[in-house]
């Protein structure tokens, strides 16, 4: 069974950046499907990236696409999520989920463990 952990977050003007960690304890990144996604203030869940494989990692939304990139340190069974040129719709708080099998999608509830979330906050 593993465990999901994210930090990072915090509040930051429009066009400014944070780093997201999800820390997965439990076992390794090998063939685990990962997840990214975020609940804005009434809204619905969004996904925002998913682990493909080791060194692919697949957009859920256009939104995101040239502001935010994944990273990952298998060695401390961290993965990082960057994000730029911030903007107020991103503000919510953002989540890690993990589940056996990379390439597993952009739907959070196929997901079997959740981290508690970090709130992201863009405000000027």
């Known amino acids: 069974q593993w465990h999901v952990a994210e930090s990072g977050g915090g509040m930051v003007q429009p066009g400014g950046s944070l780093r997201l960690s999800c820390v997965v304890s439990?076992?390794?990144?090998?063939?685990?499907?990962i997840l990214w996604f975020r609940q804005a203030p009434g809204k619905e869940r969004e996904g925002v990236s998913f682990r493909a494989d080791a060194t692919v990692w697949r957009a859920c939304t256009n939104g995101i696409k040239g502001r935010f990139a994944i990273s990952e340190r298998a060695a401390e069974n961290t993965v990082y999520l960057e994000m730029d040129s911030l903007k107020a719709e991103d503000t919510g708080v953002y989540y890690c989920?993990?589940?056996?099998?990379?390439?597993?999608?952009?739907?959070?509830?196929?997901?079997?463990?959740w981290g508690q979330g970090t709130q992201v906050t863009v405000s000027s």
């Open positions: 439990g076992g390794t990144l090998d063939n685990l499907g």
């Open positions: 989920a993990a589940r056996r099998g990379a390439d597993s999608g952009c739907d959070p509830k196929t997901y079997d463990y």
